[in-house]
């Protein structure tokens, strides 16, 4: 018989020494303060310039370039700089980890997932505002869609696919996580998926937007390289945003709903191309979102996380992540924009 000896199981680790939670409170509560000023300041920073061109511009108020202009203006150039000094950087004695490559096949396994939650998390979101809707009894759209219909092509393509990718990297991944970072790549993951969620506003991108932040955040704890992050950002509106309204230039399937079965083939025929490259779209984003799944489910053990630099004493980290005037303010402010969007949109 075979002798079987077993090995003393290894000793549970000391709490740490010192006591991070304070300076880990003080993370968080920056954060949490940033992510106020993204949420609300664009507003006064908006109304503002409404008010500046009702006075001084009236001929250009009404305009759609105008509301995209006010965009740009109140969140991008004056929001995110304010939102990023609030956060701040890490202090100068916080250790930080090397940045490391990672090869094109993680990223492409990573980006087939991201559009699988994209999927995933969109049949959510309409069967929730389908619910919403029918409790209510109007109808609800995707503010997104009413953002992006009418807009020229080249103005949805600066902002959704260059300006908007890049400008909430650096806020969700660049400062958000480097700021967490040490105090556990899980916490600074999740928190920093749950502010790029709320900082959509609605419910319609909340679900997969979360998703979507943990794989980016996974991305950049595993390399701390921004290039990455933004790319697989960049990439994923192309595909999900700038793609579809690139075809509705060419196609309005909304006719579709008024056609009876005997005028449905003569409008294929005369559509024929927008609607093959609609039908070839769907077929990419459904065979990259399958493809996503598969991966996910044989993938999904081999993700590592890396010890934690500053680790927190046992029950100390929920409280110095909730426990600070700048989570509790955010949370209140993008539950109550949430709550509201279902109202406006």
Partial sequence: MNDISFSAAPAMPE??????????????????????????????????????????????????????????????LVTAPICLLVIGVPPANMPVREKHTMPFSHLFVIFCIMEMVAVAGSWLSQLLMSLVSLLSGREHVSPLDEILSGAPLWVIFLVVVVIGPIIEELVCRAAIMRRLLPYGEKSAILVSAICFGVMHENFYQLFYAVGVGILLGYVYARTGRLLYVCGL????????????????????????????????LPWVMENLLPFLGLLLYDLVLYGLALAGLILLIVFFKRARFEPTLLPLQRGKHVAACLGNPGAILFLIAGVAMLVLSIFIY
């Fill in 233 to 264: 950002h960049i990439l994923f509106n192309f595909l999900g945003s700038f793609i579809p309204m690139l075809v509705m230039q060419f196609i309005d399937v909304s006719v579709l709903e008024t056609l009876t079965a005997a005028e449905l």
């Fill in 15 to 76: 709490p740490p020494a010192v006591d991070y939670s304070p300076s880990a409170r003080r993370a968080y509560n920056r954060v949490g303060l940033g992510m106020l000023v993204f949420l609300l300041l664009p507003l006064v920073v908006s109304l503002v310039v409404q008010l500046v061109a009702m006075l001084f511009f009236p001929e250009y108020y009404e305009s759609s370039l105008f509301l995209w202009f006010n965009q740009i203006f109140s969140m991008y």
